[in-house]
């Protein structure tokens, strides 16, 4: 069991509020299929990172923004398969609403309809890959959902499933805490804590502006 106490909490979004794994693979199985390039490859480094920065890793010979804003388009409105993770909508709403937010690699649009779909409060503060020049694994995400939230990086802690997020959180000086949703414990050593399930976290405020949180 780990304690933290803070004054937010940032929340990568696929993965860890929502379970897009499988629409994730297909949407990118299919496009790697279409453009001749190796889905495994793909795969390899997709999760939690830009789509704009995985093509220019596996295909930067096509119209790498062309190709980014197709996928993302078509993400946001293909929703198959997503769901809500398990506690995340009584874990959110343990906290109060201006102490998280929600930093993501993808596109605003895919993030708010990825929430809705799932039945999740969009939250005043996400932080998007429309919003960054730097993706994860770039701290520049996370300091921008401190910064936008009012609090020092050290105050925040961040709930993460890939490797590039947490790297990205750490590099920006917050704490972290890993779940094992798509990578195994063993890929997400650098977290301050691993969990298997956000059921295994309690976010508790003690009314004057700490949060108390429990990872088990």
């Known amino acids: 069991m780990t ?6 909490i940032l929340f990568d979004l696929d993965g860890v509020l929502v379970d897009s794994t499988r629409q994730v693979d297909r949407e990118w199985r299919e496009w790697a299929a279409r453009k001749g390039v190796d889905g495994d490859a793909v795969m390899a480094i997709a999760h939690g990172v830009r789509t704009i920065e995985v093509i220019r890793r ?3 010979h096509l119209d790498v923004e062309a190709e980014a804003a197709a996928i993302e388009n078509h993400e946001a409105h293909d929703q198959t398969g997503v769901v809500v993770m398990p506690g995340a909508l009584a874990l959110v709403n343990s906290i109060p609403a201006e102490r998280w937010g ?8 895919l993030a708010q309809n990825r929430l809705r779909h799932c ?4 939250p005043e503060v996400l932080v ?18 401190a910064e936008r939230l009012g609090f020092h ?38 977290a301050h804590a691993v969990v298997r399930t956000l059921a295994r976290i309690e976010i508790h405020s003690n009314g004057t502006g700490v949060l108390a949180v429990t990872a088990r």
């Open 153 to 190: 990086p050290g105050e925040c802690v961040v709930i993460e499933d890939a490797p590039a997020g947490i790297q990205s959180a750490r590099t920006g000086g917050m704490r972290v805490i890993g779940m094992t949703s798509t990578y195994a414990a063993e890929k997400l050593a650098e």
């Open 119 to 122: 039945g999740l409060p969009v």
């Open 58 to 60: 596996v295909a930067p």
């Open 128 to 145: 998007t890959s429309d919003d960054v020049t730097n993706g994860k694994p770039h701290p520049e995400p996370y300091l921008m959902g």
């Open 3 to 8: 304690n933290f106490s803070c004054s937010a």
């Open 102 to 109: 929600v930093v993501t690699s993808g596109s605003r649009l």
